[in-house]
């Protein structure tokens, strides 16, 4: 008979431990997740789909079984997580708000004591009190990062804890309801904290474990009147008194304990009531000196040595009990219509993406990261392959638009006012040097260098053509190329080789050959063209239509000032026309002789109006000069020997500036090449790498409709798929069970 009660006694243990551990300990493979982490892997997605997902109302993530632990600020919640983790996990601080952010807390069993986050492969092993305070800190530093600017923040901190007779579910513990704002919290902190607590409780098959501490007025319950209106009749709440000895010791009366704990005092019902102890006031305490304490303390209370309470409910251990059966129960129940829900929402889903986008892959937001990645780094280094006289070809035409007004205006207007050929050369010889050893010419070229480099990589971006998708990676691609731009630096060392080089350019004086004197005439040619036609469009928007053609073609007439202006300049090309080397200024007889000439015909004109016109007829008169100048030095290379006035001082000039541009561009474009290229290349890697860990930037810079479905659908495909991989894990542990029993 006694062998008999043995066999009995052992059937009942093995029952209760596959029970709680869900498997026994040859069941689960080594690197294969137990069933309470298959379930939290499906909650954790749910959490992240909910969050993103406009595909309904309905909050998917709150169907399935969760524990909700909500109580009144300082109620005592984080001790009976604690007391339940088997470990001092979480932040704590004197009567403030240290939860500031729902904790998702998955417990597991498994043989050593350890807790991890979902996004790191850090363990934390918890009977080491150095890794215990550093996961208290890591769990307040997501916290703060979380919230921000805010007080709070409805975003979860995923957290796994496993360890030895650890009971399994998901736990959440959520901010304790506060009943005054204080300082440095937002106004509407409380009323944000109760519309998360509802969101959480509104779950119909989530268990609610309402905290109330004993220790404080009945009266002063918060959480008990949001609890009963969320689970009025109270089929899935369960009731939990902490600081019972707190209360008992300041005398709170042993009816009015047995009221609360009756289900009698609060105007909510729960499927059970218990009364723990969670701590004696000692934060240095462990939890097996807190559970030595608990055991004790009820072994000693009057309220259970005179038979008011009942002994299961009493101790965190027999509450944490009940609430497992209740969530193993609501999972079992709950669980084939949440895979029912996302199989019907994943056929809708397809079904809408084959009408929208027939014949186009579901491409994610990842997918497409990686793919606009690969042709991001496919455009740099196509950069090198672009011909070597193309490059320099551009690099010309770019050194010219940001280095000419500089020639034209600030030396060759200058050295054309002196009076010899010789003083025109020493004049510009001076300039150009100075100009290129105080290095503004090699910054100025080295500026035009990265300017090209960055344009030619935006001109092959914008070419490549990708179907659909290819737009929705627009985005991701201007952010890679802005930030690239801003972030490269030129190295100094390519600067000062530019220097070298211009200087070497500027020493050799000599045309040698008639090419490079027809090349420099048309140079000049075709630079003082443009001039003349920007010059002459100046004059003309000054005067106005003055033609009877430019007005019937225009539809509409001089205005008083351009009549004026007309005049003005009529007379003062009287003066370029009787001087056509006149210097560059205006002298006060000339300027005194127009102002009485205008009177004459009736306008009264100040000298800055006139000089401000003078400026605009020199200009134009100064560069048709030029361009005469030009035409007849093109026959100058061999007569210039021979005769003076071929001896062309300008032409040298416009050769000079040009060896300049070529040994720029040359030297540019080797630099560009073999060093700029590479090192852009390194930063846009660095960009990238940057960009695929920030999933808020993913979604701001890769955006659509077509995105957005295809993200939804691989969402629900995977939470599809590890619904049924826990469906089948629990399937065979109830089957084990039945087995086990029979």
């Given amino acids: 008979g006694k062998l008999n009660m043995i066999e009995k006694e052992n059937h009942e243990l093995r029952k209760e431990l596959s029970k709680y551990s869900g498997v026994s300990p040859s069941a689960v493979k080594p690197g294969q997740k137990t069933l309470i982490e298959l379930y939290a892997d499906v909650l954790n997605l749910l959490t992240d789909f909910d969050a993103k997902s406009p595909l309904t109302d309905r909050k998917l993530v709150h169907t399935l079984p969760q524990v909700v632990v909500v109580g009144d600020q300082s109620a005592g919640k984080t001790s009976v997580l604690e007391m339940v983790a088997n470990a001092r996990i979480f932040p704590r601080g004197a009567g403030e708000m240290m939860t500031r952010t729902p904790v998702m807390v998955t417990l597991s069993q498994g043989t050593d004591h350890v807790a991890m986050f979902n996004d790191s492969t850090k363990i934390y092993d918890l009977k ?102 969320m689970d009025p009749e109270g089929q899935r709440t369960i009731f939990v008194l902490t600081k019972v000895d707190l209360a008992e010791n300041s005398g709170l009366k042993q009816k009015r304990i047995l009221s609360i704990l009756d289900g009698q005092l609060f105007p909510m019902k729960a499927l059970g009531y218990y009364a723990v102890v969670t701590g004696r006031g000692n934060t240095g305490d462990s939890i097996e000196q807190i559970q030595r304490y608990e055991r004790e303390y009820f072994a000693k209370s009057k309220l259970f040595q005179n038979g ?88 010309m035409n770019s050194l010219w638009d940001k280095i000419g007004p500089k020639v034209l205006e600030d030396i060759f207007v200058h050295a054309a006012e002196s009076r ?99 090349s420099a005439v048309e140079f000049m040619k075709n630079t003082l063209k443009k001039q003349i036609k920007q010059a002459a469009d100046n004059l003309g928007s000054l005067q106005g239509p003055i033609s009877l053609s430019d007005r019937w073609l225009k539809w509409h007439s001089q205005s008083p000032e351009q009549v004026e202006q007309q005049a003005i300049i009529e007379e003062l090309n009287k003066f370029l026309n009787a001087e056509p080397n006149h210097p560059s200024k205006l002298f006060a007889d000339e300027l005194l002789t127009v102002q009485r000439s205008l009177k004459n015909r009736g306008f009264i004109v100040p000298e ?78 660095i960009i990238l790498d940057s960009i695929s860990i920030d999933e808020q930037k993913k979604r701001e810079l890769i955006r659509g409709d077509a995105v957005d479905k295809a993200e939804q659908l691989k969402q629900v495909r995977l939470i599809q798929e590890k619904l049924d991989a826990f469906k089948e894990s629990l399937s065979k542990q109830q089957k084990r069970q039945s087995q086990e029993i029979h």
């Fill in 308 to 395: 008011m309470l009942r002994e299961n409910q009493l101790s965190t251990r027999n509450m944490v009990n009940t609430v497992t059966d209740n969530f193993w129960s609501m999972v079992e129940e709950s669980i084939h219509d949440q895979a029912l829900l996302f199989k019907t929402l994943r056929y809708n889903l397809e079904a809408e993406w084959r009408n929208k986008f027939p014949g186009e892959r579901t491409l994610d937001r990842d997918d497409l990261f990686e793919l606009g990645k690969a042709d991001i780094l496919t455009q740099v280094a196509s950069l090198q392959i672009l011909p070597p006289l193309q490059w320099e070809d551009i690099l």
């Fill in 608 to 685: 800055e109006t006139i000089n401000h016109s003078w400026s605009h007829a020199y200009r134009l008169h100064f560069l048709k000069q030029g361009e005469e100048k030009a035409q007849k030095c093109q026959r100058g290379f061999v007569l210039r020997e021979h005769s003076p006035e071929y001896a062309c001082p300008e032409v040298t000039f416009f050769w000079r500036v040009q060896q300049v541009m070529r040994s720029s561009a040359h030297t540019l474009r080797v630099q560009i090449l073999d060093r700029e290229v590479r090192q852009l290349e390194q930063h846009v890697k």
């Fill in 420 to 518: 010899s050929s010789d003083e025109f050369n020493t004049v510009v010889d001076i300039e150009l040097h100075k100009w290129a050893e105080s290095l503004q010419l090699a910054s100025l070229c080295a500026n035009v260098g990265m300017t090209t480099m960055f344009q030619q990589l935006h001109n092959k971006m914008a070419s490549v053509q990708g179907g659909k998708f290819h737009t929705l990676g627009q985005g991701l691609r201007e952010e890679v190329e802005k930030l690239s731009r801003e972030g490269h630096k030129w190295e100094s060392y390519n600067v000062d080789q530019l220097k070298y080089v211009q200087m070497s350019a500027l020493d050799d004086k000599d045309v040698r050959t008639p090419d490079q004197w027809i």
């Fill in 128 to 229: 080491k009190d150095e890794d215990l305070h550093a996961l208290r800190n890591e769990i307040e530093s997501r916290m703060k990062s979380s919230i921000g600017a805010q007080t709070i923040s409805s975003k979860p901190i995923p957290l796994t804890v496993k360890g030895p007779q650890l009971k399994r579910m998901v736990l959440v513990d959520l901010p304790g309801i506060i009943s005054t704002v204080t300082t440095g919290m937002a106004a509407n902190t409380r009323e944000e904290i109760i519309k998360m607590c509802r969101q959480y409780m509104q779950n119909p098959n989530a268990i609610i474990m309402c905290i109330q501490d004993g220790s404080v007025d009945a009266e002063r319950s918060i959480v008990t009147d949001l609890v009963s209106q």
